[in-house]
């Protein structure tokens, strides 16, 4: 054992003499004197030798052990000292190296502006489930199994996914929700009481793709429910909300229209961001750009969250996130938002 011992330390001196990288010099000192290392080892072993030899076997393994690591040392410092040196030629008129920074996602950065605008307006924000049951995103909206609507929105079911249980009576199937409605109305309903003001943002799947839909998309959904909730209200809201969100003096115009959920129902539109309303290809020569879809909530749906519809009356609507991130920034085709192409997002 004392010849291994003087071994290993004649062979790692040699080692240690050579080494001209510090980097280097770290791998072997950890080669030899690491948990796992070939010195440590042997040291491991001198319990093993019989008693009379093992104080001086020991005396010597702790002698080779300290000038090893001496060694270690010195190199280490002469290593560095030559490396400081070489760098005194700095210069401090160079321009410096920035870090790579990455920013947030377009739709990530409007979501945020949207929480911040309704926010102010008192809305709180809840968050709800993206497997919805057939329950909440139709039935309780007032949209029952052979309703028509139920055809707009052509979902993503879950039948028989693997370690999912298929829920059935009065929840029905599981599915990928189709609108963030489900969490704001009735879901949050059924949990508060009203007066209440909250918005519920969220993916949501339908099965489209083109150049306007993805099958994944963001939602953003608000409702009021308070005394004497009328529809100016709701207009007064959605100017507001638009103004901030485009970050310019647009009009807000509402169109009849028909969603299950609501009565009287209307879309809304704002003035084109790019034309100013006098009309462009983007806005197919309209001047107007659909939003969303809002109105006043359905009695259908106040009773499923056992609300008293004569006492109570409240508004709700909804739009894409991505519309008026796209607005704003003039993108074109929705799927280069969610194609991770760089060169891109980077633009904003
Ligand atoms: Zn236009």
């Not at 963001?218 to 485009?246: C, P, S, V, W």
């Not at 709700?316 to 008026?324: L, M």
Request: proline share 5%; hydrophobic share 35%; glycine share 8%.
């Amino acid at each position: 054992m004392k010849e291994q011992l003087e071994q290993l330390k004649n062979k790692v001196l040699e080692e240690i003499k050579k080494i001209q990288d510090p980097k280097l010099l770290g791998n072997l000192e950890k080669e030899y004197l690491g948990r796992k290392g070939k010195l440590t080892k042997i040291l491991r072993k001198i319990k093993d030798v019989s008693a009379e030899l093992r104080p001086v076997v020991g005396k010597l393994a702790n002698e080779i052990k300290k000038d090893v690591s001496a060694a270690f040392q010195e190199a280490e410092i002469k290593l560095k000292t030559r490396y400081q040196n070489s760098s005194e030629f700095f210069d401090p008129t160079l321009p410096g190296i920035v870090p790579p920074s990455g920013h947030l996602h377009p739709i990530t950065q409007m979501l945020e502006r949207i929480w911040e605008v309704f926010r102010s307006m008192n809305y709180d924000l809840v968050l709800g489930p993206e497997i919805e049951n057939d329950y909440y995103n139709f039935q309780a909206l007032n949209v029952p199994p052979d309703h028509p609507a139920r055809d707009m929105h052509d979902t993503f079911y879950l039948k028989g996914a693997r370690g999912v249980k298929r829920e059935r009576g009065k929840y029905g199937d599981l599915l990928l929700r189709t609108h963030t409605s489900s969490i704001s109305q009735v879901r949050t309903m059924e949990k508060r009481k009203p007066p209440i003001r909250i918005m519920a943002t969220g993916k949501c799947y339908r099965r489209d793709d083109d150049i306007s839909h993805t099958p994944m998309f963001h939602q953003f959904d608000g409702i009021a429910i308070d005394h004497n909730i009328t529809f100016a209200d709701l207009k007064g809201t959605l100017h507001y909300a638009m103004r901030e969100l485009l970050e310019e003096e647009v009009k807000v115009r509402f169109r009849i229209s028909y969603f299950p959920f609501v009565e009287p129902g209307a879309e809304f539109d704002v003035t084109c961001t790019i034309c100013g309303g006098r009309g462009c290809p983007t806005c197919k020569g309209t001047g107007w750009l659909e939003m969303g879809g809002c109105g006043i909530i359905h009695p259908n749906v106040m009773k499923a969250a056992k609300y008293d519809s004569k006492k109570w009356k409240g508004f709700a609507f909804g739009f894409g996130v991505e519309r008026p991130a796209m607005v704003k920034h003039r993108i074109s085709d929705i799927r280069a938002l969610f194609e991770n192409d760089l060169r891109f997002l980077n633009q904003f």
